[in-house]
T-cell receptor, first 113, second 110 residues
Framework: EAQVTQNPRYLITVTGKKLTVTCSQNMNHEYMSWYRQDPGLGLRQIYYSMNVEVTDKGDVPEGYKVSRKEKRNFPLILESPSPNQTSLYFC????????????FGPGTRLTVL | SQQGEEDPQALSIQEGENATMNCSYKTSINNLQWYRQNSGRGLVHLILIRSNEREKHSGRLRVTLDTSKKSSSLLITASRAADTASYFCATDSGGNDMRFGAGTRLTVKP
């Protein structure tokens, strides 16, 4: 089944404790992206990647890191999480770029205490 | 910063009625996409319209695009309770980044 998977789905952590949210797609898509969703603000793009080893900042990259060492994986790293990073996070992928429809993962609900 | 802004923020209708949602954006675009999200779940792609297109249909969905007014509308005809969800427009302005609006929350009462 073609899909985007994220892990974990739920995470409660404390300020400053490094964490990684994994994202994987099995559709051989070149474009991958991370978003955060907060009430009243819709989705805001954190980082995106056009292909392996190519990443770029979205609208809200501060406090986040990403890497794209393999085509199928695009992990999101929070080196020192803070409470304002409490949010619902989505990973998405598309065949080539934003020119195509994006397929979204199920979301990761992160709480930073 | 957000590019698209949906209007209204919330819409409540009876089953069988039509639902219209609007999206306005600020800069020129390559394409505009509409997505649907059931409560807290991942977004599902509904329809994509290119900047050189004016109207597209998909089942009960009709999307229009007016680039001169920088606006788009999503019409859902003969709505069903299962259409209850949030609807988002997303724009691509050619920079490989996507911008979403804050969404319209649609409630369809049986």
């Amino acid at each position: 089944e073609a899909q985007v998977t994220q892990n974990p789905r739920y995470l409660i952590t404390v300020t400053g404790k490094k964490l990684t949210v994994t994202c994987s797609q099995n559709m051989n898509h070149e474009y991958m992206s991370w978003y955060r969703q907060d009430p009243g603000l819709g989705l805001r793009q954190i980082y995106y990647s056009m292909n392996v080893e190519v990443t770029d900042k979205g609208d809200v990259p501060e406090g986040y890191k990403v890497s794209r060492k393999e085509k199928r994986n695009f992990p999101l790293i929070l080196e020192s999480p803070s409470p304002n990073q409490t949010s619902l996070y989505f990973c998405a992928s598309s065949f080539y770029s934003t020119y195509n429809e994006q397929f979204f993962g199920p979301g990761t609900r992160l709480t930073v205490l | 910063s957000q590019q698209g802004e949906e209007d209204p923020q919330a819409l409540s209708i009876q089953e069988g009625e039509n639902a219209t949602m609007n999206c306005s954006y600020k800069t020129s675009i390559n394409n505009l996409q509409w997505y649907r999200q059931n409560s807290g779940r991942g977004l599902v792609h509904l329809i994509l319209i290119r900047s050189n297109e004016r109207e597209k249909h998909s089942g009960r969905l009709r999307v229009t695009l007016d680039t001169s007014k920088k606006s788009s509308s999503l019409l859902i005809t003969a709505s069903r309770a299962a259409d209850t969800a949030s609807y988002f427009c997303a724009t691509d302005s050619g920079g490989n980044d996507m911008r979403f609006g804050a969404g319209t929350r649609l409630t369809v009462k049986p």
